[in-house]
């Protein structure tokens, strides 16, 4: 365990945090990167946080759901094109119907990829019954972010409506790890009053709960969401600032936990177009080029700016993937890429 004081000094460490990070990875995670096809399958949301463009009171937002066979065409795309794994994330929804069509999902997906694809799930907090259905219907992994490990900032960021505890989002963690999955979670970083200290306990965090997988992102304000106003009366980290901070929360991770996953993260690329390949060389070692069909990509819009470039149909992947090489990584293509952690753990 690396204590508060130490995870403090390395996220105020500048350049020696980061190229100790990049060595870190190299001697265990290696130069692969780990790719999964994020398929955004809804964005119809019964929460309400205060940050989101698609919580449940922004009405501008026309809202759709993804029929099965557009969830599976992607898939089998995802599968023919070598990604290892997909992952499928959604509004939060809860209804013995949900459950049941993602289980389905599940089952197909395993099916038309000979059991080879790996699925994460990240579709917010879910009974146990419920994970336990989606685990044994295929689910491999799930990501749910703490969004901060700070109770008090954690409330700031969300309405006290008895609909949102943080309570209960631990407890769905805990049933996470329970239920053998592969469990990730992360923060946002940038937050109104958020301090420097707060993303230190937040990796405190990351290891008391011995966690496999990490994604951690920037907070973009969107214009439609009652944080954007908190955010122009309250004194910001500049954009620019918060990606460099991300990046140091990146390099500092992967020094205290150096065998889990570590997404390198789409809000990094509503910065600057290469943000994620900035990530990927100090620590992350996962991407997830978002494959929802074209029709519904730009509804599911979590902040401003959000990049629209890869997908099947924005045929993205031949730029990507030469990117990637470009900077130096292999990419770990038709190899589900599990935690190595989670391995040790199990
Ligand atoms: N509904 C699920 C999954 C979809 S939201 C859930 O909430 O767990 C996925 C993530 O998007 C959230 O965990 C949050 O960290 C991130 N997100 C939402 N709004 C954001 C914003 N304005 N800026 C940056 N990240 C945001
Ligand atoms: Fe819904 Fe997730 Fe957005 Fe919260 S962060 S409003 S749960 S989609």
Known sequence: MVEFEEVLSLLRGGEDTLRKGTEV????????????????????????????GIRCENTGVPRYELTDEEVLIAARYAWESGYGSVAIQAGEQSSARFTDRIARILDKIKELSQG??????SLGEQSRETLAKWRAAGADRYLMRIESSNRKLYESIHPNDGRHSFDRRLEALYDLKDLKYQVGTGVMIGLPN?????????????????????????????HGTPLYETAQ??????????????????????????DVNIAATTALQAIRPDGRE????????????????????????????????????????AELFASLRSHGFEIGLHEQGNSMHYKKRE
């Open 278 to 317: 900035t990530a990927l060389a100090v620590g992350a070692n996962v991407l997830m080029p978002n494959i929802t069909p074209s029709t519904e990509i730009s509804n599911y819009k979590l902040y401003d700016n959000k990049p629209i470039r890869e997908g099947k149909m924005g045929g993205g992947d």
């Open 194 to 222: 958020q301090t420097l200290e707060d993303l230190a306990n937040d990796i405190v965090f990351f290891q008391e709960t011995d966690i496999d997988m990490c994604g951690m992102g920037p907070y973009i304000e969107h």
């Open 233 to 258: 009366n309250t004194k910001m980290l500049s954009l620019e600032e918060r990606f460099r901070l991300t990046v140091q929360m990146v390099a500092t991770l992967r020094c205290v936990m150096p």
């Open 25 to 52: 990875k190299r001697a265990t995670v290696g130069n692969k990167v780990y790719l999964r096809g994020l398929i955004e399958l809804s964005n119809k949301c019964v929460k309400n946080c205060l940050y989101c």
């Open 116 to 121: 080879e694809l790996g699925v994460t799930l």
